[in-house]
Nanobody, 123 residues
Framework: QVHLVESGGGVVQAGGSLRLSCTTSGGAFSTYDMGWFRQGSGKERDFVAA???????YYADSVKARFTISRDNAKNTMYLQMGNQSPDDTAVYYCAGATYSGELFNTETYAFWGQGSQVSVSS
């Protein structure tokens, strides 16, 4: 059974930075496409960024040039470095893993999900 655990969330002031980590266990991390999604209060779960197992990276327009996704296959861990944050970035952030190469912005592509990590950005 594959487990994903997010860490690194918290409270940050506008303009600040946070780094989220997603550590996996019980699976073949290096073969998975991985993604980050976020869900604000009362909103749908939205695509943030994704990285294929070959390390091609993709971003939502709202975070492009501010966030960076990366992975360390030796540590079975994916990261999301968030910079120049705004209150609009406030949400629960989820990491997810996919066992086949589907549409990375689509939640249905992903078979495994973490429990979520709260990120709050104060103005």
């Amino acid at each position: 059974q594959v487990h994903l655990v997010e860490s690194g969330g918290g409270v940050v002031q506008a303009g600040g930075s946070l780094r989220l980590s997603c550590t996996t266990s019980g699976g073949a991390f290096s073969t998975y496409d991985m993604g980050w999604f976020r869900q604000g209060s009362g909103k749908e779960r939205d695509f943030v960024a994704a990285i294929r197992y070959q390390e091609n990276a993709y971003y939502a327009d709202s975070v492009k040039a501010r966030f960076t996704i990366s992975r360390d296959n030796a540590k079975n861990t994916m990261y999301l470095q968030m910079g120049n944050q705004s209150p609009d970035d406030t949400a629960v952030y989820y990491c997810a893993g996919a066992t086949y190469s589907g549409e990375l912005f689509n939640t249905e592509t992903y078979a495994f999900w973490g429990q979520g990590s709260q990120v709050s950005v104060s103005s």
